[in-house]
Structures are given as C-alpha cells and as structure tokens.
T-cell receptor, first 113, second 112 residues
Framework: DAMVIQNPRYQVTQFGKPVTLSCSQTLNHNVMYWYQQKSSQAPKLLFHYYDKDFNNEADTPDNFQSRRPNTSFCFLDIRSPGLGDAAMYLC????????????FGPGTRLTVT | GDSVTQMEGPVTLSEEAFLTINCTYTATGYPSLFWYVQYPGEGLQLLLKATKADDKGSNKGFEATYRKETTSFHLEKGSVQVSDSAVYFCALSTGGGNKLTFGTGTQLKVEL
C-alpha cells in the first residue's frame, strides 16, 4: 500500500545532542510537511517542501532544519534539542499545494533527557 | 490569526449513542474545514471535509455541516461503535494554502 513512513517511531536523545527524524513516502506527492505536536496540544506546522522549495513557518525556531534530497524522503534535523522540544513529530504529504488532503505518517515520539 | 476551538474530552459514550463533537473557528477569508481522526498508534486520517458555506461533509456515518453564520463545523454520528474510539481533530486551511490549523483534539471512548 502507498503510505507515509516515519522512522523511528520512538527516539530518545540527550539535551543538546543533534537528532534527525526521517520520513518517506510512496505516494509520489509533491508536498511534504513536518508538524510538531506537544502533549494535549494541536499539531503545529513547522515547515513544508513544495518539490524542492522550502517554506518555513515564521515562528519555527532556527534550531529546526529540514532536508528533502529527493521526492520520496524528507528529514527533520534538530540541531541542539532542548527539553521543550520533546513532542510527537508528524510527517504529512499532499499531492499538490492547496486544499488537497494531507496524508499523515504515524509520527515519531521524541524524548529529550 | 486563524484558530480552531474544540470541546475538551474525553467524551465517553455507550455503543449506539448519538455523538456530537463541537468545533468553532476563527479565520480570515473563507476557510476549508476538515475533521481528521487518529486511531491508537496510527497517523491522522482525513475523515471528511467541506470547502464552502452550507456544504455537508460525510463519511463512515459521520457528518459535519459548514456553518458560516455560527463559524462552526460540528461533527455528528447517529450511532457510535466501539471501533469509533479515537481522537478527533477539527482543522481549517485558508487561501488555498498548505497550512492546516488544528484544534487540540477530542478523545472519544465508546463502551459496550
């Protein structure tokens, strides 16, 4: 089945130690998104790629970066994780920009110790 | 800015009960409205959507009507099942853009 895959499902990192979360998709969608969801809060968009064009949300901290080396893969890099970055990170895709359905992966739960 | 407000959970119902989860929004322009569902251990899935006023989205027995006058998009189902137990998120997007603004989610528990 075509899908959005996130690895790992659970990630533990130490305070200040860089960490990378990965997302892959078999849907061949043009747009890929990263959301952060803290406990009991709404998912919050961090940034998205439309093809190779990177679009950062204005309030996304500089500590968060992203790479999209090809259509299928997108990475979320947290350069120096703080305790406040512990959250569920959701990857999503959509076929095109606009009000197209977004397809979500299962998420990666990040713990910072 | 845009925002979505949902009723707090958890909502606990008996099987075959009627479900309403309230959702109201604040947005500039004319948003598209969505309900997403997240089953335990899975990602969010689109449940239904409506793109203009008075549209009714429906899927799997769930319905929601886009009410511009009350800025609401309440989710309803006539008879819930245990398998409907999940977290339900109301969301909007505006201007044909990519950004989904979510509510905080409402957990539904359906018991036999």
């Amino acid at each position: 089945d075509a899908m959005v895959i996130q690895n790992p499902r659970y990630q533990v990192t130490q305070f200040g130690k860089p960490v990378t979360l990965s997302c892959s998709q078999t849907l061949n969608h043009n747009v890929m998104y990263w959301y952060q969801q803290k406990s009991s809060q709404a998912p919050k968009l961090l940034f998205h790629y439309y093809d190779k064009d990177f679009n950062n949300e204005a309030d996304t901290p500089d500590n968060f970066q992203s790479r999209r080396p090809n259509t299928s893969f997108c990475f979320l890099d947290i350069r120096s994780p703080g305790l406040g970055d512990a959250a569920m990170y959701l990857c999503a895709t959509s076929r095109e920009q606009g009000t197209y359905e977004q397809y979500f992966g299962p998420g990666t739960r990040l713990t910072v110790t | 800015g845009d925002s979505v407000t949902q009723m707090e959970g958890p909502v606990t119902l008996s099987e075959e009960a009627f479900l309403t989860i309230n959702c109201t929004y604040t947005a500039t322009g004319y948003p598209s409205l969505f309900w997403y569902v997240q089953y335990p251990g899975e990602g969010l899935q689109l449940l239904l959507k409506a793109t203009k006023a008075d549209d009714k989205g429906s899927n799997k027995g769930f319905e929601a009507t886009y009410r511009k006058e009350t800025t609401s998009f309440h989710l309803e189902k006539g008879s819930v099942q245990v398998s409907d137990s999940a977290v339900y998120f109301c969301a909007l997007s505006t201007g044909g853009g990519n950004k989904l603004t979510f509510g905080t989610g409402t957990q539904l528990k359906v018991e036999l």
